[in-house]
Every structure is written in C-alpha cells, then in structure tokens.
C-alpha cells in the first residue's frame, strides 16, 4: 500500500497536535519579555489587515469544529436533555472560569498598587478582591464557552449536511448589519461597542491603545462579534466533516486542500467588500483564517499521517491533551510574573521586568531578548504540560 493510501486511526493525531501548536503559539504571543520590543509578525495588526499573531485564535476555533464533529459523531448528533445538560454545564463553568481569571489579574494588580498604602494586609486583600469596577466581562475563554454552546448546539438541531447554507447565511447577515450600520471602525459610533456598552458598561470592556497612545475602549471578544465566530467553528466542524468521511489520508487532504483554498480565495475576495479584521471579526476574516486553518491541517496530517514523521509532535501534544487547563495555568503565572516582585537599586521591579531587563535584554538585545522571554515562559508550561502527558492525567474543563 502507498504512502498516499495509508489509513489513519480513530482518533488522528495530526488534530492533536494541530490543537498543541495554537495553544502554543497562544501562549507565546501572549507573554513577550515587553510589549514595547516585539517583532512585528508576533504583534496584531492595528485595525485591518493580518498577522500570523491574527490566526493563533481564529486556528483554535477551527479545530474546536473539527474535534466538535468528531466528539458528536459518536452519538450520532442527537440533542438529548442529557447531552444539552451537559453543555451548558460545561459552558457556564469555562466562562466563569474566563471570569475569574480576569478577576485574579484585577486582584494582583490590586496588591501590587497597594504595596506602599500604610493598610493592613487584610485591607489590601479586602480592596483588591473587592475590586469589581473595572472587571473585565469577557474574553478568550468566556468567547469560547459561548461559541462551544451556541456552535454545538447548532450542530446538534441542524445536523452536519445543513451547515454549510447557515454559516453563508450568519456571514452575510453579519455583513449586511456591519454595513448598514457603518460599524467598520473602532469608534463609539460602531454597533460592536454600542451593544457591549449596552450590556456590560464601559468600565467592564477591553481597553486598546493606538499607536498615537490614545485609549479607545473597544472589545475584541464582544457579543455582536461572536455571532460570525459561531459561524467559524462551524467551518471547523464542516472540516472535521471531511475528515470523516473517508479513512484514506490522502482523500482527506485533497478534500481539505480544495476546501480551504476555496474558502481562502473567496476570504480575500470579500476582503474589498468587508475588509479582514480581527477585533469586529469580519466574514472575510472567518473565511481566509478558516482557509488558511484547513490548509495548515492538510498539511499536517501528510506530515504525520502519511509520512509517519510525529518524533517532533510530542512537544505539541503535551499541550493538547490539557489545552484549556495548560492556557489556564499561564494565564495565572503571567499574571503572577507581571505582579510579583521586589526592591531593585530603589525601584520596585516585577519578575518578569527583572528576567527581561537584568538577563534576556542585556544578553540578546530587546527584541530577541523579548522573544526568549516569551519561548522560555512557553517552555515552563511545555513542562507542566509534559508531566501531565507522561501520568496520563486529563482534566477537562
């Protein structure tokens, strides 16, 4: 038998680790040694446009679609009170897990400000714990806890063979609403912030700073802007879809290749319509990232699948048997890094300012020494990631 027609297990490990590289790469982008020294592909683009720091999420969503097809699949996508139970458990308990760690930054960097007050240090917890005001209501998790809910439940009351009519639909309403609205930019004048100001209040959404150093309050991860994302892990689950249909590895990947070069192609295109933008996260943002998200799939399972090359996969799958638990652990340990700290030549300095002032900076020059930052705080949780693997520890959240 050739290499093109070679079978893949029941479970593809090319998804796993496809899953371990974006949490990966989420992690890496998110925690640079300074925001002030970063290399321009390791950044987002302003407003338009895309980086490679752009399809870290948007390939996490993807394949959040894919493993949602292939985990229903199993019970052949009935909705039962049992399954519909289980999700919105599971959905409510990643969001206020999302919350909580917004809450846990606003706390520490509560402690940090209070450090000089002359209050107890009951004081101190009590004001920060207390701290509610500028919480933060949503975010990376708490998005996708309601893409999980809605995405799901969408699969499970429209069935796969129908999905492709509905995610052109939510695309071209999306369009049509942004349109109609003038909603483009990032302004007050945008229905993206009118309905978060509406439902949360100013002072719980994102904050973004322009390059002229002007503060516009302006979520990423708003509500409206969920609406195209359910549309995007659908595109995941029509992927996973694909996957399925055959066992040959070489089918799977022509199938991929033609989908997501199709899908890519009509992206761009919408581009001159509905320009690529990942914090209103346009329908030509779903369809080039999805595009390039199949591609990149295709890809890896010839690389894995086919050609049995996976000795280098570990390192990724150490990360995708734990991946919202693993996202989680750094999201408590940069916190901790940028809040911890001590006295240095009269100045108050946080660890992560002293490993990248006193060591990487001085040693690689600020831009690659943010980037060491970044690779060694990837690799402290690639560890904790490791020891989990190795005991076969899974924990879902």
């Given at each position: 038998m050739s290499n093109t027609t070679k079978t893949a297990s029941t479970r593809l490990l090319s998804v796993d680790v496809f899953r371990g590289i974006t949490i990966a790469s989420m992690i890496l982008v998110n925690n640079p040694g300074s925001w002030s020294s970063i290399y321009t592909p390791l950044g987002h683009a302003q407003w338009n446009?895309?980086?490679?720091?752009?399809?870290?999420?948007?390939?996490?969503?993807?394949?959040?679609?894919?493993?949602?097809?292939?985990?229903?699949?199993?019970?052949n996508f009935k909705l039962s009170t049992q399954t519909f139970t289980k999700l919105l458990n599971r959905s409510i308990l990643l969001f206020l897990i999302g919350l909580t760690l917004g809450w846990f930054g606003v706390f520490c960097h509560g402690i940090n400000v209070l450090r000089g007050?002359?209050?107890?240090?009951?004081?101190?917890?009590?004001?920060?714990?207390?701290?509610?005001?500028?919480?933060r209501i949503l975010g990376v998790l708490q998005r996708l806890a309601l893409i999980s809910f809605f995405g799901s439940l969408t699969l499970l009351i429209f069935k796969p063979k129908r999905?492709?009519?509905?995610?052109?639909?939510?695309?071209l309403f999306y369009w049509?609403?942004?349109?109609?609205?003038g909603s483009y930019a990032e302004n007050e004048s945008s229905l993206v912030y009118i309905i978060d100001r509406a439902a949360f209040g100013v002072m719980?959404?994102?904050?973004?700073?322009?390059?002229?150093?002007?503060?516009?309050?302006?979520?990423?991860?708003?509500?409206?802007?969920?609406?195209?994302?359910?549309?995007?892990?659908?595109?995941?689950?029509?992927?996973?879809?694909l996957i399925s249909e055959s066992k040959d590895n070489g089918v799977r990947i022509q199938k991929l290749f033609i989908f997501g070069t199709i899908i890519l192609f009509t992206g761009f295109l919408l581009n001159y319509g509905f320009p690529i933008n990942k914090k209103i996260w346009s329908s030509s943002f779903v369809l080039a990232t999805c595009g390039f998200a199949s591609l990149l799939l295709g890809l890896i399972i010839y690389i894995i699948d086919i050609k049995g090359h996976?000795?280098?996969?570990?390192?990724f799958e150490s990360f995708s048997v734990n991946?919202?638990?693993?996202?989680?652990?750094a999201g408590i340990l940069s916190v901790l890094l940028r809040n911890i700290g001590f006295i240095n030549l009269g100045e108050w300095i946080s660890l992560q300012g002293y490993f990248y002032s006193q060591w990487s900076s001085p040693i690689f020059g600020n831009y690659l020494g943010s980037l060491l930052f970044a690779i060694s705080f990837v690799t402290l949780n690639w560890f904790i990631g490791l020891i989990l693997y190795k005991k076969k520890i899974f924990i879902k959240l």
């Amino acid at each position: 038998m050739s290499n093109t027609t070679k079978t893949a297990s029941t479970r593809l490990l090319s998804v796993d680790v496809f899953r371990g590289i974006t949490i990966a790469s989420m992690i890496l982008v998110n925690n640079p040694g300074s925001w002030s020294s970063i290399y321009t592909p390791l950044g987002h683009a302003q407003w338009n446009g895309l980086t490679p720091t752009d399809l870290v999420f948007p390939f996490f969503v993807f394949i959040m679609g894919v493993s949602m097809f292939l985990s229903y699949k199993k019970f052949n996508f009935k909705l039962s009170t049992q399954t519909f139970t289980k999700l919105l458990n599971r959905s409510i308990l990643l969001f206020l897990i999302g919350l909580t760690l917004g809450w846990f930054g606003v706390f520490c960097h509560g402690i940090n400000v209070l450090r000089g007050e002359y209050l107890s240090i009951f004081d101190k917890i009590w004001l920060s714990a207390s701290n509610l005001e500028n919480l933060r209501i949503l975010g990376v998790l708490q998005r996708l806890a309601l893409i999980s809910f809605f995405g799901s439940l969408t699969l499970l009351i429209f069935k796969p063979k129908r999905l492709l009519w509905l995610i052109g639909l939510i695309l071209l309403f999306y369009w049509i609403l942004m349109a109609a609205t003038g909603s483009y930019a990032e302004n007050e004048s945008s229905l993206v912030y009118i309905i978060d100001r509406a439902a949360f209040g100013v002072m719980h959404l994102y904050t973004d700073h322009l390059p002229n150093g002007t503060k516009v309050v302006f979520d990423p991860e708003g509500l409206l802007s969920t609406l195209p994302c359910i549309a995007h892990v659908l595109l995941g689950v029509w992927a996973g879809k694909l996957i399925s249909e055959s066992k040959d590895n070489g089918v799977r990947i022509q199938k991929l290749f033609i989908f997501g070069t199709i899908i890519l192609f009509t992206g761009f295109l919408l581009n001159y319509g509905f320009p690529i933008n990942k914090k209103i996260w346009s329908s030509s943002f779903v369809l080039a990232t999805c595009g390039f998200a199949s591609l990149l799939l295709g890809l890896i399972i010839y690389i894995i699948d086919i050609k049995g090359h996976k000795r280098w996969s570990v390192y990724f799958e150490s990360f995708s048997v734990n991946p919202m638990f693993i996202y989680l652990v750094a999201g408590i340990l940069s916190v901790l890094l940028r809040n911890i700290g001590f006295i240095n030549l009269g100045e108050w300095i946080s660890l992560q300012g002293y490993f990248y002032s006193q060591w990487s900076s001085p040693i690689f020059g600020n831009y690659l020494g943010s980037l060491l930052f970044a690779i060694s705080f990837v690799t402290l949780n690639w560890f904790i990631g490791l020891i989990l693997y190795k005991k076969k520890i899974f924990i879902k959240l």
